[in-house]
């Protein structure tokens, strides 16, 4: 069992910058960020692999980026260029295996959520 604690939301303007981080309680080999807007299914936004591979959503490219620290066990997604469209709940999402970081699905743990809210 992993337990995951996210923290870092808040509300910013569109253009600024937010940097979220994730505190596991034990070593996963897969860890992710995704995110869910009001009445809009929950999306992968980054995932990262404990050998530093990584993927990102269409969406966030350029803008996002996701790291992870082994020896903390802590992983931080920084966004810059916020947009409205960014708005959402954001969790952290941890693995055993690789292939939930592949295919942007199937995580097994799940944090709480930290709520991330951009305005125009």
């Known amino acids: 069992q992993v337990q995951l604690v996210e923290s870092g939301g808040g509300s910013v303007q569109a253009g600024g910058s937010l940097r979220l981080s994730c505190a596991a309680s034990?070593?996963?080999?897969?860890m992710g960020w995704f995110r869910q807007a009001p009445g809009k299914e929950r999306e992968g936004v980054s995932t990262?692999?404990?050998?530093?591979?990584?993927r990102y959503a269409d969406s966030v490219k350029g803008r996002f980026t996701i790291s992870r620290d082994n020896t903390k066990n802590t992983l931080t997604l920084q966004m810059n260029s916020l947009a409205p469209e960014d708005t959402a709940t954001y969790y952290c999402?941890?693995?055993?295996?690789?292939?939930?970081?592949?295919?942007?699905?199937?995580?097994?743990?799940w944090g709480q959520g930290t709520q991330v809210t951009v305005s125009s």
């Open positions: 990262i692999n404990r050998d530093g591979s990584t």
């Open positions: 034990g070593v996963s080999y897969c």
């Open positions: 999402a941890a693995d055993g295996s690789a292939w939930p970081c592949r295919v942007m699905w199937g995580f097994e743990y």
